[in-house]
C-alpha cells in the first residue's frame, strides 16, 4: 500500500504549485501535499469480543493492543508509524498524556487520564508494517453498552489527529477503509453498523467498495475435536458474502488467534518442545487431554500447567490439535516450519492478498481524489489570481487516462449497492475492472496471451457501448459510459 501512480502525480503538482500561488491557496497546496503521504487508514470494527484486537496485532506483526476489557479498550486507538515506540493518550482538548508499554510490551490496560475523557490513543510503532498502513482499533460498535458503542461511531465520524507531535495538530481524516469483524451469521445490526461506517466515509459513501468483512473464530464451527473447520468455514463465509453483498467487497473467513501469533512471533521454541513432548504422548492419553480446555490444563502429564496454559493462550485447541497432527507426522519439525504452516491454517493469507488488491489500488485513487476536489474548492474560494492556475493543474490531472480509475470506483459504488441496477455479470464486470489492475481477472480469462487479453477488452468496450445506446435507463447509460471508457484504456494499454 505505497504511494500510487495518481497520488504521486498530484503530489508532485502540488510541488510545482507551492511557488505560484498566493500565501492563502499555499497553505492548501502544502496540506493536499501532507495529507497525500500518509498511509492508508482502515478502521476494525465489529462486536465486543469479536476478536477485533487480535487482528489488530496480528495486522500490524506486534501483540501490543490488549486483547482483554480494561479501560483502553473503550477508547479508540490509532497505530501508526514512528521511529521508536511511543504511546500517547489524546484528551478532548487536545493535550497529550505520554504513557510507557507496559512489561510485556502492551499498551498499558488502564489509563492516565479518565477513559470517558480520552478522544483517542495515538500508538507509534516502529513496525515496518505500519510503513504503508495506518490501523484504527475501535470499540465494540453493537455492545450491550451504548455509550462504548456510540463513542465508537462518534470516533469513525469526527477528525482524528494525524500528527498529534505536531503540537496536537488535527486535520480532517477520518477512516478510508473498514475491517468488520464478526463471529456469527450476521444480523441486521451488523448492517446498520456497515452502512453508519459509509455514510461517514469520506470517499464513495455507501459503498462496499471500501468495507471488507471478515468471519472470526472459524475454528469454533470444527464439527468435532481436532477436526477441519474449514470445509464448514468456506461455505459459510461465502452464504454471508451474499447476504452483506451491498455491504462489503467480500467476507474472508479466519482464525485470528493464529494470525495473531504466527504474525507477531508468539510461539516460542519452548512452546514447540513442549507440544513435541505432546505430540509423543500415547493416542488414549493425549485424546483425553484435547478434549476440553480445562482438561488440557487438569490432566496430569510430562508438561507442566503452567506451559500448558501459554499454549491455550497462543493457539487454542485447535491450534493445539493442528500442532500435534503435524507434530506426529514430523517429529522433528522446526519453530519456524510449524508457524508458516499455523499461519496458513489461519486463513490470514488470503486476508493480506485481499488487503493489497482492493484496498491497495483504491488507496491510490481515494487519496487522489480527495486531494484533486479539495484543490478545486480551493479555486473556487481563494483569490482570482490563484483560480486559473489550480483549476488548470486539477484540470491537467482529470485529463490523464490514469485517473479514469476515480469514476470507475463511483460507478462500481452506484451499482454494487443496487442504486443502478444491472444484471448480476455485468455487475461483477464493473467490479473486477475498477477494483484491480489485473487484466486476466478483469477479462475473466486465465493466463491468456497478450493480444487474446486485447481481443477481450475490445470486445467489452463494444458491448458496453451497445448497452448505453440501446436499452439502458440513463443511470446505466451513465455507469456503461464509464465503463466502456474504463475497457477502451485497458484495450489501448495491452495494445
Not at 504511546?87 to 510507557?100: E, W
Not at 478522544?119 to 465494540?140: A, E, K, M, N, W
Not at 490470514?348 to 484533486?372: E, M, N, Y
Not at 476536489?373 to 488548470?392: E, H, K, Q
Request: aromatic share 4%.
Amino acid at each position: 500500500m505505497v504511494a500510487g501512480q495518481l497520488t504521486t502525480s498530484v503530489a508532485g503538482m502540488c510541488e510545482d504549485l507551492t511557488g505560484k500561488v498566493s500565501d492563502s491557496s499555499r497553505t492548501v497546496v502544502e496540506d493536499v501535499a501532507a495529507r497525500l503521504a500518509q498511509p492508508l487508514r482502515v478502521a476494525v470494527a465489529g462486536r465486543l469480543k469479536a476478536g477485533k484486537s487480535t487482528l489488530v496485532n496480528a495486522l500490524i506483526g506486534r501483540r501490543v493492543a490488549p486483547t482483554a476489557a480494561g479501560e483502553c479498550t473503550r477508547v479508540v486507538t490509532q497505530f501508526r508509524y514512528g521511529p521508536a515506540d511511543r504511546i500517547d493518550v489524546i484528551d478532548r482538548t487536545g493535550a497529550k498524556h505520554p504513557v510507557p508499554l507496559d512489561a510485556g510490551g502492551m499498551i498499558p490496560t488502564s489509563l492516565p487520564i479518565p477513559a470517558d475523557d480520552a478522544q483517542l490513543i495515538d500508538v507509534q510503532l516502529s513496525s515496518d508494517r505500519l510503513r504503508d498502513l495506518t490501523v484504527v482499533d475501535t470499540p465494540g460498535l453493537q455492545s450491550v453498552n451504548t455509550d462504548i458503542s456510540d463513542a465508537a461511531r462518534q470516533m469513525l465520524k469526527a477528525p482524528i489527529a494525524e500528527d498529534v507531535d505536531d503540537d496536537s495538530r488535527e486535520a480532517v481524516a477520518g477512516a478510508e477503509a473498514i475491517i468488520y469483524v464478526f463471529t456469527q451469521q450476521v444480523r441486521g445490526d451488523d448492517v446498520e453498523a456497515l452502512e453508519a461506517f459509509a455514510n461517514a466515509s469520506q470517499q464513495l459513501s455507501s459503498s462496499p467498495m471500501n468495507s471488507l468483512a471478515l468471519y472470526n473464530k472459524v475454528d469454533k464451527l470444527a464439527p468435532g475435536p481436532g477436526q477441519d473447520p474449514w470445509p464448514v468455514a468456506g461455505p459459510i463465509a461465502a452464504d454471508q458474502a451474499g447476504v452483506l453483498k451491498r455491504a462489503v467487497c467480500d467476507v474472508v473467513p479466519v482464525v485470528g488467534l493464529l494470525a495473531e501469533t504466527a504474525e507477531a512471533g508468539l510461539l516460542t521454541a519452548a512452546d514447540c518442545e513442549a507440544l513435541r513432548t505432546l505430540a509423543g504422548l500415547d493416542e488414549e492419553k493425549r485424546a483425553l487431554m484435547l478434549a476440553s480446555a480445562d482438561l488440557f490444563t487438569s490432566t496430569d502429564g510430562p508438561v507442566e500447567v503452567g506451559q500448558r496454559r501459554r499454549l491455550l493462550e497462543r493457539l487454542d485447541l485447535y491450534g493445539i490439535h493442528f500442532a500435534l497432527a503435524h507434530l506426529q507426522t514430523n517429529p522433528h519439525i522446526a519453530t519456524g516450519e510449524l508457524v508458516r504452516l499455523l499461519f496458513a491454517a489461519s486463513g490470514f493469507p488470503r486476508l493480506r492478498t485481499t488487503l493489497h488488491q482492493i484496498f491497495g489500488v483504491r488507496a491510490d485513487v481515494i487519496k487522489a481524489g480527495w486531494a484533486l476536489s479539495r484543490l478545486d474548492a480551493a479555486a473556487a474560494s481563494g483569490p482570482p489570481a490563484d483560480r486559473d492556475l489550480l483549476r488548470g493543474a486539477v484540470e491537467s490531472v482529470v485529463a490523464r487516462p490514469e485517473y479514469h480509475r476515480l469514476p470507475l470506483l463511483e460507478a462500481a459504488a452506484q451499482v454494487t449497492t443496487g442504486r443502478v441496477p444491472l444484471p448480476e455479470q455485468m455487475e461483477a464486470e464493473v467490479a473486477r475492472l475498477a477494483l484491480t489492475d489485473d487484466a486476466n481477472v478483469v477479462l475473466g480469462l486465465e493466463e491468456a496471451p497478450r493480444p487474446q487479453q486485447r481481443r477481450a477488452a475490445i470486445e467489452a468496450a463494444a458491448r458496453w457501448r451497445a448497452f448505453a445506446n440501446g436499452g439502458a435507463t440513463p443511470a446505466q447509460a451513465r455507469v456503461a459510459n464509464v465503463v466502456h471508457r474504463g475497457f477502451h484504456l485497458l484495450a489501448q494499454r495491452l495494445g
